[in-house]
């Protein structure tokens, strides 16, 4: 008979783990903690996660806790990649404290707190340090596989090397590279903003010789006649100004993508793309033509002697009556003279 009075009996408990991940979500997800690594999780310390069906990030322990996430079931973590916490608990408070301050999420101020090396994500991007000499027989099998097809490719995604690996969890692998300096992280960001352009053309000198003009007119005439006409609509335009866009050009004449595109591989045509700010019609911000009544010039002439003996200066007046053209005016002074100005406007109706 087996007798069980003096075994020790050990309780399997379910740990879950708060985790901060580096993207733009207004809240931390619980994730799952397995048994084997219950003894290696603490706060502090960096995680692999899965988020999403296919997504990998490394996150940030900001809690544990045997409790159970109500509203989903909670994923395994993946792996834990640090021995000791990373990030102590002051810093958690201070990134608590910027979130709620500044009103932004807490994953981007753990995305901007990291360097680009602690937070590696699917889609970090992996290249080789050619500046560092290495010996390749030192290296294990799926080491030396990364390198081999960084050698061949360039760069490799942290989810390219998990193909590659044909094993989900790579984190501990590029971070043992990482530390013998064998790799670069870079961090890619994707420009969320993209600037409006607006396509300029002009004529090449060249052809502002007589002759040379003569020779490609003869040429066009017979090889490209729609080339010509864009040719043709261009010197109409330019003897107004130096450059027209290419509405202006088809506004001009039946002038055709293709042509124009034509002419610029031939260098005729010179093609030149400006930023155009998306906040004025045209190119250039419309000159203000408002005049400041008697007492905003009062109040303005103030101001500008206040400043010539103190750096801060309270203008105090009830809504709608006229500070906000004063400002602009002060604005526009020291924006004409070269300098910068920040301008903070709390009252959100307006």
Request: net charge negative; proline share 4%.
């Amino acid at each position: 008979m087996l007798d069980l009075s003096d075994s020790v009996y050990v309780e399997r408990k379910t740990l879950f783990a708060e985790v901060v991940l580096p993207i733009p979500i207004a809240k931390n997800y619980t994730y799952r903690v397995p048994f084997d690594r219950t003894k290696d999780v603490a706060i502090g310390k960096r995680v692999v996660v899965q988020f999403g069906r296919s997504k990998i990030y490394t996150g940030v322990i900001l809690s544990i806790s045997e409790k159970t996430p109500e509203k989903y079931e909670a994923k395994y973590l993946m792996d834990v990649l640090d021995n000791e916490p990373l990030i102590i608990p002051q810093q958690l408070a201070f990134w608590d404290w910027i979130a709620g301050y500044y009103m932004c999420n807490p994953g981007d101020v753990m995305n901007a707190a990291l360097p680009a090396a602690l937070k590696l994500a699917s889609e970090t991007k992996i290249t080789l340090n050619n500046d560092f000499d290495f010996d390749k027989s030192e290296l294990n099998d799926k080491e030396f596989l990364i390198v081999d097809a960084l050698e061949m490719q360039g760069e490799l995604t942290v989810s390219e090397v998990s193909k590659l690996l044909e094993q989900k969890t790579v984190m501990p692998v590029l971070k043992g590279l990482f530390n013998k300096n064998i790799i670069y992280i870079a961090e890619e960001i994707q420009e969320k903003y993209k600037p409006r352009k607006r396509s300029f053309y002009s004529l090449n000198s060249v052809y502002r010789q007589p002759e040379k003009l003569k020779e490609l007119f003869e040429m066009l005439e017979k090889r490209a006649p729609k080339q010509l006409d864009a040719v043709l609509a261009l010197l109409q335009l330019i003897k107004q100004k130096e450059k027209v866009t290419k509405a202006e050009l088809e506004a001009a004449g039946q002038v055709s993508a293709s042509a124009l595109k034509a002419l610029v591989e031939k260098e005729v045509f010179l093609l030149e793309e400006k930023v155009i700010s998306r906040f004025a019609d045209e190119g250039e911000a419309a000159e203000s033509t408002f005049q400041l009544n008697e007492h905003q010039q009062k109040a303005y002439e103030q101001i500008k002697q206040q400043f010539e003996q103190k750096e801060v200066v309270l203008l105090h007046g009830v809504t709608s009556s006229g500070k906000t053209q004063i400002y602009v005016r002060l604005i526009e002074e020291m924006i004409s003279a070269g300098k910068q100005v920040l301008f903070l406007l709390p009252e959100i109706a307006l």
